[in-house]
């Protein structure tokens, strides 16, 4: 039976680190508060929303929820960004995504400024990840995979790392924080021929393809860990990875499980994230 990388403890050790790293701030009189700005009504939107302001008050930062229309033009939004972008109160912006049809997504990626992309959502975020200078932040999601790792002590170190996907929120950075940890990194998608002969070989499986039960029995070998980032729904109902679960669990050392795994530490990295801005802008 693997050992479940479960993300609950993850979470706390992250959320604990949060709460002493704003209580110095408040003692500066700072006040770390993060914009959540949301177009419409998407259910999966005003969840997570929820869930990450709950997760800000738990910690000391303070949330500012901004919900416009669903029809709300290109110009109202990106006239909201800069308004966010020169208000010294606010250290961090979350901007939810997708955005409506006819809006134009890079278009206002590229207005929110760097220094509160807390989701990594802007070129000047993700060229900080890339080139590891420090400066912007790592995407909540991939980070949080990161997180894990570390917190589960799994050296990567000399290690073969499979990551299936490659999109800028999971595939690419994670990637780029799997190769600071110094593994050696194969990035595989939808175009990879023989993907089960890639997997087989690897230590450890990183699997965000958006895919149910897109890594089976016959992708994995004994002994891997695998982190699963997908998050769909099966036949009956129920919340569940990219990963068959019950195939490929017998085999792996370890393995987050859907639900409980990598989503359930991204709203504590957010929250970390929104300290770390506003501390930055004192310096």
């Known amino acids: 039976m693997a050992e479940l990388l479960k993300g609950a403890p993850v979470a706390a050790a992250i959320n604990q680190r949060t709460k002493e790293r704003t209580s110095a701030l ?25 869930g990450a302001m709950k997760r800000c008050a738990a910690v000391g930062v303070e949330t500012r929820g901004i919900v416009l229309p669903e029809e709300t033009g290109q110009d109202a939004l990106l006239k ?20 409506p049809h006819g809006i134009d997504d890079a278009a206002v990626c590229a207005a929110l400024s760097p220094e509160k992309d807390v989701d990594g959502i802007t070129d000047g ?29 799994v050296d990567c170190t000399g290690k073969r790392a499979v990551v299936i996907g490659r999109s800028l929120v999971i595939g690419k950075p994670v990637s780029q ?48 860990v695998i982190v699963d980032v997908g998050i769909n ?14 195939a490929v669990e017998p085999v792996a050392a ?26 930055r802008s004192i310096m």
């Open 125 to 153: 975020s993700l060229a900080g990840v890339f080139t590891g200078n420090g400066h912007g932040f790592c995407p909540c999601t991939a980070q949080s995979c990161a997180e894990i790792l570390d917190f589960y002590g």
């Open 254 to 279: 370890a393995i987050t499980p859907v639900p409980g795994g990598v989503g359930s530490v991204t709203t504590a990295v957010l929250a970390s994230h929104t300290v770390e801005a506003a501390e």
């Open 177 to 224: 924080l799997l190769l600071a940890r110094n593994a050696t990194v194969t990035v595989c998608h939808t175009r990879t021929r023989d993907l089960p002969s890639e997997t087989r070989r690897a230590d450890l499986i990183v699997v965000a393809a958006g895919h149910l039960h897109s890594l089976t029995a016959g992708h994995v070998s004994p002994g891997q």
């Open 80 to 99: 909201v960004i800069r308004e966010l972008n020169g208000d010294d109160s606010v250290h961090g912006v979350l901007l939810f995504r997708p955005l």
């Open 26 to 50: 408040r003692e500066k009189g700072v006040a770390p508060t993060l914009a959540l700005v949301r177009v419409g009504q998407r259910d999966a939107d005003i969840f997570y929303e929820r």
């Open 233 to 246: 729904t099966d036949a009956q109902g129920k919340m569940t990875g990219d990963a068959d679960f019950e």
